[in-house]
């Protein structure tokens, strides 16, 4: 069952999305006709277990998959029906940070921040410079703006991902599991920059996990995912969260106990 709490203003509103991927036979369901709400302002997880379809869900919310069936709202525009050229400009405001961090190797820390406004010819010279410093300083990286990614630790190429995905001053900060690669330490911090982009600069955060911590320690509201659909959704009070479903039960049974912790 999918529940839509009523929330004040949807900025992502997915409308019965469902994607296959080719399989050998027949086609393989990863979504199945999703549709639910995300506030503006909100930081919104989804959670599930590995295969559940939750990287195809994000992906789908700035068109990285297009789905096969329903619409992909955000902020009163329908992507679905936008042309090619509209779409690269509305992505710009969907940003995107993923678990391996997704860095160029052969360029500096400076140039992988400023590589989405010399693509979008967005901003230039002085601009371009002050705009890639402001964006390592929110993330606490200015002493690194001349480094290499080989140069850096796991959580501070998340955080050149992170100032990378801010230059363009998107609305939204999509992440697929950008702390699963990094130790508890490191996660905190990441997880405190997500938390302090979403106050100070009002940026809408979606992220994707299958680490129930994570979503108590950050998210506002969670969507549970389970073989393609959204089985139940749940608002987060004070890092306090009760799942109800079965799945939701579960995963917090494990979370209490890593040592069963399968996902
Ligand atoms: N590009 C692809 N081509 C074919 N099948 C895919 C592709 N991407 C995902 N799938 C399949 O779609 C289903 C959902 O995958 P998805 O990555 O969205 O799940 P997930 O919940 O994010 O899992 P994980 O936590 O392991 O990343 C899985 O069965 C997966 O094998």
Known sequence: MTVNPIRSEALIRLEQVAKAYAGQDAPLPAVRGVSLE?????IFGIIGKSGAGKSTLLRLINLLERPDS???IVDGRDLTALSKRALRTARQSLGMIFQQFNLLQNV?????VAFPLRVHRTLRGEALAARVRECLDIVGL??????????LSGGQKQRVAIARALASQPAV???????????????RAILDVLRDINR???????????????VRALCRHV?????????????IDGHQLALRSAL?????????????ETA
């Open 142 to 151: 200015a002493d690194k703006s001349a480094s290499y990614s080989a140069q």
């Open 200 to 214: 100070r600069l009002s940026v809408t955060v979606v992220i994707v996990t299958h680490e129930l911590s994570v």
């Open 223 to 235: 969507a549970v995912m389970e073989d393609g659909s959204v089985v139940e959704q749940a608002r």
């Open 70 to 72: 329903g619409r992909v």
């Open 248 to 260: 939701g039960l579960a995963l917090m049974r494990e979370a209490a106990n890593p040592y069963l």
């Open 108 to 112: 500096t820390v400076f140039e992988n």
């Open 38 to 42: 995300i506030a503006r302002g909100d």
């Open 173 to 187: 900060l999509l992440c697929d599991e950008p702390t699963s690669a990094l130790d508890t330490e490191t996660t």
